[in-house]
């Protein structure tokens, strides 16, 4: 007779075996029916922020085109920028087709995933879909750019929030190193507010947003225009928002000036990064015909203009983008030198910017 330790290892290869051959089964189908199945979308924020309203809506979204249309729970899981629930869709997370995460761009960043508490690499996951911001632009007074780029005159003040300025406004520290920008930073406002309220004022001459409300504010003034655009990613290709259009792209303006390949990797990295926010994936080993019907879900979810507007209560620059897309920007991300990542880092210090 099997002793208890023989019988529980029998166990669950028995379940293993179940699992797989189900998986099988599953993967024979053309298409799977999801009626009366349950989707489970892991969040690693805490209810109510930008990150989990957008992980419901799309998981919602999701659920509502699939076929049979199954119910949505969200489990959130907060804790180390991510990592904690980025931990457990690895480890614990079986590939069956009904349960996804919800991604930002802090978790699809090496700085973080490469840390020895993080169990998990985004570019081995499987994405589904995401939002991107729609691209942020470099905001300028008109009387203040000449002095941009003559280096005899004072130089050109550029506004950023406290700590390390996010990566829109990362345009100004690219413009300096490598477009030769007569501009110095300021940093330390305390919020988008304070910092749009000091370029208004005249207290600073430039700096970076995506908020289409204060770009729009600032332009109906006749006093600022846009110097830069980042862009957003749109199958497979830099698109400008119809706000924007006109005002050059960064990656054209940075053409073939940059010759260092690490200083072009940096580069490259932080144009992913700057193009990526939200993200939905599902495990690695998810059988296809689950993947195909999420994705051709969320690829009918974004044709529904219903989604767009409900994506713009969440967030006005909120932006559907394909697998296709996350996926391009995630494995670019992921495949960044830690020598590309220090260069950049050693890039702001010079500016007097903090580094990671």
Do not use: C
Request: avoid cysteine.
């Amino acid at each position: 007779m099997p002793s208890g330790k023989g019988r529980k290892m029998r166990r669950i290869v028995m379940t293993a075996t179940a699992l797989v051959m189900g998986l099988s089964a599953v993967s024979a189908q053309d298409t799977p029916n999801f009626q009366g199945k349950q989707i489970t979308i892991v969040i690693g924020s805490a209810p109510g922020g930008g990150t989990d309203l957008s992980g419901r809506l799309i998981a919602n979204t999701i659920a509502s085109h699939l076929p049979g249309k199954p119910t949505v729970i969200v489990r959130n899981i907060p804790g180390a920028q991510g990592v904690t629930s980025m931990n457990f869709f690895v480890k614990q997370v079986a590939p069956d087709g009904l349960t996804m995460t919800m991604g930002s761009t802090s978790q699809a960043d090496p700085l973080l995933y490469r840390k020895s508490n993080s169990l998990f690499d985004p570019t081995k996951f499987i994405m589904v879909g995401g939002a991107g911001r729609g691209g942020t632009v470099l905001m300028i007074r008109k009387e203040s750019e000449p002095r941009l780029y003559d280096k005899s005159k004072p130089p050109v003040i550029m506004g950023s929030l406290g700590g390390v300025p996010r990566s829109g406004m990362q345009t100004t520290a690219w413009g300096i190193a490598v477009l030769g920008w007569n501009a110095k930073w300021v940093v330390g406002y305390p919020g988008t507010s304070e910092l749009l309220l000091a370029l208004d004022r005249g207290e600073i001459d430039m700096t970076a947003t995506g908020n289409l409300f204060h770009i729009r504010k600032l332009l109906a003034t006749g006093k600022f225009k846009i110097l830069s655009q980042s862009g957003s990613l749109k199958n497979g290709k830099l698109t400008s928002r119809a706000e924007f259009e006109g005002a050059p792209f960064v990656v054209d303006m940075m053409k073939d000036k940059i010759k260092d390949p690490l200083q072009q990797q940096a580069f490259d990295y932080w144009v992913s990064i700057t193009a990526l926010d939200k993200w939905v994936a599902l495990p690695p080993g998810t059988p296809e015909p689950f993947v195909k019907a999420h994705r051709d879900a969320f690829n009918d979810a974004s044709d529904d203009p219903e989604f767009a507007e409900q994506g713009r209560k969440v967030s006005e620059d909120f932006e559907p983008m394909t697998a296709e897309d996350v996926t391009f920007l995630v494995q670019r991300i992921g495949k960044t030198s830690p020598e590309a990542l220090d260069y950049l880092a050693a890039m702001l210090k010079s500016q007097g910017l903090e580094g990671e």
